[in-house]
């Protein structure tokens, strides 16, 4: 089955910061779009304002944190538009931690939120990609899941990781259903989220600690997410794409 560049995506925390920009982006590549979140209206708000009447880009309430939200969302997208032949997880909550202080219950609900969202994502969406026979998977993996992390928690480095794993894992399972499945592992980028983790007597530091001198701009990754989820992207699989200014070479 081929499909033209009009496909229909899912994009998980895309209320704000990164999502946005990928939701942007892929609608403004033709595709209709799904914007998910928690913060819901905030989603909504993105939303209208690429399609004010609804009939190319929505947002719906999804929390990745629970498999039977994915169902619940694939059903409302195939009532609407069809089955997803896209899906990028990028929903995750970013905390710094003291190492040797982290508690139970911070690190399970960081690893729950970040991994278990992929995870299931890839697992119930992937299912539905595979029985139509084509998808695009793109999980937003993070450089803190490489290099153990530096500004960010060990619990966001430790699920980090972890999603490159699930990568690999769903890349190897769907290969042969025409689903690819990659990860993008960016460095700090020019977001809010950065700002609000790294204390702001500690940023300048960070940018300068960066072999490029600068943070990365967002609308590039959302153009990386572009590019692995084109049709022409067949041959891709299984990787991950590094962002990160040169902080991890490898
Ligand atoms: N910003 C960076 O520099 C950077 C660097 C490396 C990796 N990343 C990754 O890129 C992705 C996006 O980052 P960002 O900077 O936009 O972060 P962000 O915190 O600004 O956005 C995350 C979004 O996910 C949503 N979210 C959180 N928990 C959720 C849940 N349970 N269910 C549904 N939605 C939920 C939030 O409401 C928010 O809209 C994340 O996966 C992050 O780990 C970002």
Redesign the pocket.
């Known amino acids: 089955m081929t499909y033209s560049s009009k496909g229909i995506a899912v994009v998980?925390?895309a209320?704000?910061?990164?999502?946005s920009h990928i939701a942007r982006r892929l609608h403004a590549d033709g595709h209709r779009v799904l914007l998910?979140?928690?913060?819901v209206d905030?989603a909504d708000a993105v939303a209208r304002d690429l399609s004010p009447d609804g009939s190319t880009a929505r947002a719906v309430e999804?929390?990745?944190?629970h498999r039977e939200n994915f169902v619940t969302t694939l059903a409302d997208c195939e009532q609407v538009w069809g089955t997803p032949t896209i899906l990028v997880n990028?929903?995750?909550?970013?905390q710094a931690a003291d190492l040797m202080t982290l508690g139970e219950d911070d690190f399970n609900r960081v690893l729950t939120?970040n991994v278990d969202?992929v995870f299931f994502g890839c697992q119930v969406i992937g299912a539905a990609m595979a029985a139509q026979g084509y998808g695009r998977i793109v999980n937003?993996a993070?450089?803190?899941g490489q290099n153990g992390g530096t500004a960010t928690g060990a619990h966001y480095a430790t699920s980090?990781g972890g999603i490159l794993t699930v990568t690999k894992i769903f890349a190897r399972e769907l290969a042969g259903h025409g689903v690819t499945v990659n990860s993008i592992a960016?460095?700090?980028?020019d977001?809010?989220?950065?700002k609000a983790t790294v204390p702001p007597d500690r940023l300048d530091a960070v940018i300068a600690g960066i072999p490029v001198g600068r943070m990365?701009d967002p609308s590039f990754v959302a153009d990386m997410v572009a590019l692995l989820t084109a049709d022409n992207a067949h041959f891709v699989t299984g990787a991950c794409w590094d962002v990160n200014g040169g902080l991890y070479v490898r």
């Open positions: 998980t925390g209320a704000g910061g990164m999502g998910t979140d928690i913060a905030a999804l929390d990745v944190a990028n929903a995750a909550v970013t939120t969202s937003m993070s450089l803190a980090k960016p460095g700090p980028h977001l809010p989220i950065v990365g």
